[in-house]
């Protein structure tokens, strides 16, 4: 016998109160199997697509696309069996926003016009060690091809988005675009409304500082160029950013006050310092700026930063960043040389003592034994909350950061005692 079923909007995590309906991958009349993507939301922290827990087919959809829906509503009514995804039925829970197999994907199902009574599919058969999050698999259907004929480049084995479309010859462009036109009125909502908020809130609640310095390149790019070359890492992106982050690092262990949060309570404030270094990496996404966190940075050693960076940088344009991805930061980095910026003056992220901002390197004159030669050249800017760290612990964190950069093959070698 059918049953109706109402299917409310979840609370996806870290305690969010509404979200909006992005995109309905389903409509009235369609058939859905357990599992099914129906629908993506965006919360005030990312981008989510949630799984069908019923098998039948759709009734209703409750809400349309762009509205903006309270957590508990009714967004969508399905017919069909009782059968759920929560562990009592056949089929495993499947933790939401990291979907399900090929074969329940979001792919529209033929109309019907009956109402059967329809059965929970048997599990899919194994289809070998490929892994991608939905996104990925949705668009390498759309584009034709297979998966498992791909090499992967994300952590863990993961094929990304960027395989898929260079085995299709699509050619990637930057993610950040405006199609904006003059007169336009464009909401702001979801995670952009989130971001603007927080920097609103940082830019007025901690009194900034920023400091910065020149740093000669040369070393470090010589030791970019290296890691490239060896083959044990032709899996990992390894860039001049790879050696900022680990000395933005390094410094956070040597000056732990920059790793730490300024928290008022009703007994007056304290200043928490973090045992852990989760960094913070701002990304360029087709959703805007977002601010994934690398956790448990404080040991990492260059190749697993380069490989953590990758994979958060990765998952966030993908859009496939969960709540927690995008919370939890103790001190960010952001790369605005990637735009061809010299530097700038970062806001801070709320919460966070510090963020470091780096510019692109530039060939600039630099006095060498007393001779003007031309050196690659980056400018860091660090920006601080002046009532954690006062100038000088500011001043000598940014210079062990510069001085890392100037020679770090050196300094680790001197660390180590060899």
Not at 52 to 68: F, R, S
Not at 363 to 368: C, I, L, S, Y
């Amino acid at each position: 016998m059918s049953t109706s079923h109402v299917f409310s909007l979840p609370d996806v995590g870290e305690g969010l109160t509404e979200a909006e309906i992005l995109r309905w991958h389903v409509q009235p009349g369609d058939h859905v199997l357990v599992n099914q993507i129906i629908v993506e939301i965006e919360t005030a922290k990312a981008s989510v697509e949630l799984p069908c827990p019923y098998a039948g087919i759709v009734e209703a959809l409750h809400v349309v696309e762009g509205a903006i829906v309270p957590v508990g509503s009714p967004i969508i009514s399905i017919t069909g069996e009782g059968v759920t995804s929560n562990g009592d039925g056949e089929r495993p829970a499947v933790l939401v926003g990291y979907g399900v197999r090929d074969a329940a994907g979001s792919r529209r199902a033929r109309r019907v016009d009956a109402d059967p009574v329809v059965e929970a599919p048997a599990a899919d058969p194994p289809t070998g060690p490929v892994r991608a999050k939905p996104l990925v698999r949705k668009l390498a259907r759309e584009k034709g091809v297979d998966l498992a004929t791909l090499t992967p480049s994300g952590p863990n084995g993961e094929v990304t988005r960027e395989d898929v479309l260079n085995s299709a010859g699509v050619v990637t462009v930057a993610p950040s675009r405006s199609d904006d036109q003059a007169g336009d009125r464009v909401p702001v909502r979801g995670v952009q409304r989130a971001m603007a908020e927080a920097m609103v809130q940082s830019a007025f609640s901690a009194p900034h500082v920023t400091e910065w310095v020149d740093v000669d390149m040369s070393r470090s790019m010589e030791l970019v160029r290296r890691l490239r070359e060896d083959p044990a890492n032709s899996d990992v992106r390894i860039t001049p950013m790879t050696l900022v982050a680990a000395a933005l690092v390094r410094a956070a262990r040597l000056f732990p006050r920059i790793n730490s949060t300024w928290v008022d309570s009703s007994g007056g404030a304290d200043v928490v310092v973090h045992r852990q270094v989760n960094l913070g990496i701002a990304a360029d996404t087709p959703r805007g700026l977002l601010v994934p966190t690398l956790k448990g940075a404080t040991n990492l050693g260059m190749i697993d930063l380069a490989r953590g960076i990758q994979g958060l940088i990765d998952t966030a344009r993908a859009g496939r960043s969960t709540p927690a991805d995008l919370t939890g930061g103790t001190i960010t980095l952001t790369n605005v040389g990637v735009f061809g910026v010299d530097g700038g003056t970062p806001i801070l992220t709320p919460g966070q003592a510090a963020i470091l901002a780096i510019g692109r390197v530039l060939e600039r004159p630099w006095v060498v034994d007393g001779a003007v030669v031309a050196r690659p050249v980056m400018l860091l800017s660090l920006s601080f909350d002046h009532r954690i760290v006062d100038g000088a612990l500011g001043s000598r964190a940014l210079q062990s950061i510069a001085e890392f950069l100037a020679d770090p093959t050196m300094t680790l070698t001197l660390e180590r005692g060899l």
